[in-house]
Each structure stands twice: as structure tokens, then as C-alpha cells.
Nanobody, 126 residues
Framework: EVQLAESGGGLVQAGGSLRLSCAASGFTYADNVIAWFRQAPGKEREGLSCISRTDGSTKYTDSVKGRFTISSDNTKNTIYLQMKGLKPEDTAIYYC???????????????????WGKGILVTVSS
């Protein structure tokens, strides 16, 4: 069974940086994509970024483009989200998710993902 586990969250000051990790296991499909989502208090979960583990192609939502970078270390089965220039409005629970059996990132919508991690809290203080 596919399992995803996030780590690296915590408290950071505005303007600071943080790197989240997503350890992935249990894949039976050769093609899959991994995405990062977040859910701020009182808001809907939103897709942030996605990477294809097949060809390394990436996708970002406009709100994080230029500040967040997604990467994948397939030897470690770990996907990273490097976040810089953090703002208080980036405070949220961050989730990694996967869509299996595809090689290109789909539209970053919740229904397009098959499996989810439990999430990790990122708090940005002002």
C-alpha cells in the first residue's frame, strides 16, 4: 500500500526558509506524480506544486511560484518542498499526495490525488 509521510515542519519567522520532506513507499506503478497541498485555518485545501517522478517535470501554483521549489530524490524515495521568503499567510498544514499511474502532473485538484500523507504544521510568525 502506498504510504506518504511528511516531515520538516515547525515554526519559522517571516522571511525565513523551511524544507519539507515527503517519504514515499509502497508504489507498484512505475509512473506517478507527487504533489504538495496546504490547508490554512478556515480555508480550503489548495494545491501548491507537483513533480513527475517519471521525467522530473514540475508545476506550481501562482501563489508560490518563485518562492517554493519542489524536487525529488528517487534514490531515497523522498520528495522535498523548499520554501523561502515565508509569510504569515503561508501558515498551514502541509500535505503531500500522489497520483499513481500517470507520468505528468495533473491539475492540482484534490480529486486527482489517490493517496495522502497525514500532514505537517508550518507556522510562520510575523
Amino acid at each position: 500500500e502506498v504510504q506518504l509521510a511528511e516531515s520538516g515542519g515547525g515554526l519559522v519567522q517571516a522571511g525565513g526558509s523551511l524544507r519539507l520532506s515527503c517519504a514515499a513507499s509502497g508504489f507498484t506503478y512505475a509512473d506517478n506524480v507527487i504533489a504538495w497541498f496546504r490547508q490554512a485555518p478556515g480555508k480550503e485545501r489548495e494545491g501548491l506544486s507537483c513533480i513527475s517522478r517519471t521525467d522530473g517535470s514540475t508545476k506550481y501554483t501562482d501563489s508560490v511560484k518563485g518562492r517554493f521549489t519542489i524536487s525529488s530524490d528517487n534514490t531515497k524515495n523522498t520528495i522535498y518542498l523548499q520554501m523561502k521568503g515565508l509569510k504569515p499567510e503561508d501558515t498551514a498544514i502541509y500535505y503531500c499526495a500522489t497520483s499513481v499511474g500517470i507520468s505528468r502532473c495533473p491539475h492540482l485538484d484534490i480529486p486527482n490525488m489517490n493517496y495522502w500523507g497525514k500532514g505537517i504544521l508550518v507556522t510562520v510568525s510575523s
